[in-house]
């Protein structure tokens, strides 16, 4: 493995470096006013939800690696303690892309972007129209992490009103991602849209206890065929199928399966029998029939 120093590399390389690991990273796209009420309008992917109660989202703000200057949105929170942070999808992320230009205080990024401003109900600052979702913010603390070029300014904010369009959230009451369509950021110029084929449901109860890997049968953990994951996913079962219930999980089929999986190659014919069953989450079907090698 390469293995990087990150007091002996240039302050630009690194920063790549943790942009490509650190990712996807979801997009904070701040708006803020001075003191004057000139709105600006900036995304930030250093960016994530620390806190339900009370509900804290924490946006970093970096100083420029080039000249070592701080950017707009970080003066203007400092001076007015208010920001909106509006969701970034797919519809929206080349105008997103517009607004991160370097443009002059003063120049508005909803003219440039073409975005629209409307009004927030408790802070000061415009949310973005076109967003999907947007977060009214009060400031609680800045966090200064350093003063040469590339250091983050950790922007600790409490959200204050939530604001959802409503074709995003579905019978339950919850956000369907689908919908939201977020993008999000990886390193340099690369990003990624959260939706379609992109989003996996990955159900992994926390309680009761799973049985983990160290309780697999070895020839299982040792498999030349069940990758990763599938090992994943019979180590998050509560428990392993006991030779009583075997009968009853497997059908007829499934027996004969199993009883034409003869040598040469017997494991791997089972394994291939059990990753065909994992594949229609058929999960107590695949135990059972790893237990039929045995």
């Known amino acids: 493995m390469i293995s990087i120093d990150p007091k002996s590399i240039a302050t630009k390389d690194l920063h790549q470096f943790l942009l490509g690991i650190v990712a996807p990273r979801p997009i904070a796209f701040v708006s803020t006013v001075d003191e004057n009420g000139t709105p600006n309008l900036a995304p930030y ?11 804290i989202v924490v946006f970093s703000s970096n100083r420029r690696v080039a000249d070592n200057t701080t950017k707009d949105t970080l003066y203007n929170i400092e001076k007015t303690g208010e920001a909106v942070i509006n969701a970034v999808s797919y ?18 990024e909803f003219k440039k972007s073409g975005l629209t401003p409307i009004a927030s109900e408790i802070v000061r600052p415009p949310r973005v129209k076109e967003s999907p979702a947007h977060m009214e913010c009060k400031l609680k603390e800045i966090i200064t992490l350093g003063e040469h070029g590339g250091a983050g300014h950790l922007i600790i904010c409490e959200v204050v009103k939530i604001h959802l369009n409503e074709s995003v959230v579905d019978s339950n009451n919850r956000i369907n991602p689908h919908k939201m369509d977020l993008m999000g950021r990886m390193g340099r ?16 109860p926390v309680l009761p206890l799973s049985v983990g890997y160290d309780a697999l049968p070895e020839h299982v953990k040792h498999s030349p065929v069940l990758s ?3 090992l994943g996913i019979l180590a998050g079962m509560e428990k392993w199928p006991e030779e009583s219930e075997l009968d009853a999980l497997l059908s007829d089929a499934d027996k004969q399966a199993i009883h034409k999986a003869t040598e040469p190659n017997r494991l791997q014919k089972i394994h291939l029998l059990a990753r065909k069953a994992l594949s229609s989450n058929e999960v107590k079907k695949a135990a059972a029939i790893l237990s039929m090698f045995e």
Do not use: K, L
């Open 45 to 55: 992917s250093f960016f994530n939800a620390f806190s339900s109660n009370p509900p």
């Open 91 to 108: 519809p929206i992320v080349r105008q997103m892309a517009v607004a991160s230009v370097q443009y002059p205080q003063g120049v508005s």
């Open 189 to 204: 110029a690369y990003y990624v849209r959260a939706s379609g084929d992109a989003i996996h449901t990955i159900y992994q």
């Open 228 to 230: 990763g994951n599938e």
